[in-house]
């Protein structure tokens, strides 16, 4: 039986191989500071689809102001390309040797790229990949335990059409494994805390505001108290502590809005309440973000469930940490529903960055 779980684990870290940590749009749309609070130092980019169209020899403007706000907030940045030498010598020359390029790699083997994390000086813990191709970018920094990035195929402002199907091909070639094989394991992914604990009671929380945390987002019923009661005064003190340091408090329920406003008296007046949140959906969250001007990289999202809360976390970019049920014989039936599923998540969840480890 030991033997049969260790190769169904090994199968299934097959699979996960061509899944990224992170999917964007584009290079543009990185999170600068929440790859900062992730501890990662240097960013790899590959060159053709990720910062120019396939086959370009000329970086747009706009690409090159990016890279140099990189270089200016501390990122060692490099390109790394299966490309030839004759196709990317000149990208060096126009950012002055700042950005080292290495060519011919081929991705997704890993000898050369291990030889560039030497000449880098940088550790593949602390480094992310950046790149259009989950056969080779993505595969490659998932075999070093890079932070994995995929982004859309580059089209900004491409006319040449047989470009643009290159790009969409691409496009339809990641999604034809994403929603066949890959969608599940994602789904574990997504659903997988930066950190478990036992209660709200035991979070370092003076630890998560040095990292420049400012937002804090509880789950109610079964995180600050029993299921339809009233919340353990101690929960209370934390979340009254937590605004005196200056953060913001926010309380998301899925449990009636009705039912939740009951709960003001309670708390200190300034927490906000909300009820009927429908997580893991995304839409009411964002509304209080923009409201509240915070991006998700600022925020920190605690709560008793995987599918609800920590869903919704890792679908945000928010920093997660899952707590034990206050009490877990009495919850709502859809909860024991998902209690059922999280025992799935958590035997073939894989662990995620956590600050706790730092802290070790």
């Known amino acids: 039986m030991r ?76 390109i790394v390309t299966n490309a030839g030498h004759h196709r990317v010598r000149h990208i060096q020359e126009e950012f002055r040797g700042k950005v080292k390029v290495f060519h011919t790699l081929f991705k997704p083997g890993i000898r050369k790229l291990k030889t560039v994390l030497k000449v880098l000086q940088s550790s593949p813990e602390t480094t992310a990949i950046v790149g259009d191709l989950f056969v080779t970018d993505i595969i490659a920094g998932n075999r070093l335990g890079m932070y994995t990035i995929l982004v859309n195929p580059y089209v900004i402002g491409v006319r040449n059409l047989l470009h643009r199907i290159m790009a969409v091909l691409t496009r339809i070639f990641y999604l034809s494994f994403y929603y066949t094989l890959g969608w599940f394991l994602r789904f574990v992914d997504l659903a997988t805390p930066n950190e478990w604990k036992k209660s709200v009671l035991d979070v370092d929380y003076d ?32 979340l009254n502590y937590l605004l005196e340091r200056g953060a913001k408090v926010l309380i998301v329920s899925n449990g009636r809005t009705s039912r939740i406003r009951t709960l003001r008296r309670f708390f200190p007046e300034g927490v906000l309440l909300t009820g009927s949140a429908r997580k893991p959906l995304l839409g009411r969250i964002k509304k209080i973000l923009k409201s509240l001007n915070v991006k998700p990289s600022e925020m920190v999202i605690i709560g008793d469930q995987l599918l609800t809360d920590v869903l919704l976390g890792s679908r945000l970019g928010a920093y997660t940490i899952k707590v034990k049920p206050v009490d877990p014989d009495d919850e709502a039936f859809v909860s024991k529903i998902n209690r059922l599923v999280e025992k799935m998540v958590i035997k073939l969840h894989r662990k995620k960055f956590s600050l706790e480890k730092i802290k070790k």
């Open 207 to 238: 630890l998560l505001l040095r990292e420049g945390y400012r937002v804090f987002l509880f789950d109610y019923d079964n995180t600050l108290g029993r299921w339809r009661n009233e919340p353990d005064p101690r929960a209370v003190q934390l």
């Open 3 to 78: 033997f049969e779980g260790v190769w169904m684990m090994s199968i299934i870290d097959i699979l996960r191989l061509p899944l990224p940590k992170e999917q964007l749009k584009t290079f543009m749309d990185l999170d600068a500071d929440r790859l900062k609070k992730l501890r990662i130092d240097t960013i790899l980019f590959d060159y053709d689809n990720t910062l120019a169209p396939w086959r370009s020899r000329k970086l747009d403007n706009r690409v090159k102001e990016f890279i140099y706000k990189l270089l200016d907030d501390g990122f060692k940045v490099a």
